[in-house]
């Protein structure tokens, strides 16, 4: 699987930004991770292929995700960001237990 996250940048605190990314196939479970400067990875948002999702406490209320299997994507709508948000923002593909990674893309919070 082959996937590449995109849509980052430099957002004012309060600020939205909405992250994409393209996948050589949809699995049943995609979704996004992140990681800041020190920290390990934490997992953000999951989405499931029957529409179910799930989200990391600390953006519940704030980020949505979203899939489009026809378009073979992933979104990452993310609003009232703030400056915790700052981190290098990854999508991730489960397929038989195996997770799978793209390249991260940059998500810069200024306060």
């Known amino acids: 699987v082959q996937l590449q996250a995109s849509g980052g940048g430099l957002v004012q605190a309060g600020g939205s930004l909405r992250l994409s990314c393209t996948t050589s196939?949809?699995?049943?479970?995609m979704g996004w991770y992140r990681q800041a400067p020190g920290k390990t990875r934490e997992l953000v948002a999951t989405?499931?292929?029957?529409?179910?999702?799930d989200y990391a406490a600390s953006v519940k209320g704030r980020f949505t995700v979203s899939r489009d299997n026809a378009k073979k994507m992933v979104y990452l709508q993310m609003n009232s960001l703030k400056p915790e948000d700052t981190a290098v923002y990854y999508c991730?593909?489960?397929?038989?237990?195996?997770?799978?990674w793209g390249r991260g893309t940059q998500v810069t919070v200024s306060s």
């Open positions: 196939f949809t699995t049943n479970k």
């Open positions: 989405t499931l292929d029957g529409g179910e999702t």
């Open positions: 991730y593909a489960s397929l038989s237990g195996t997770y799978y």
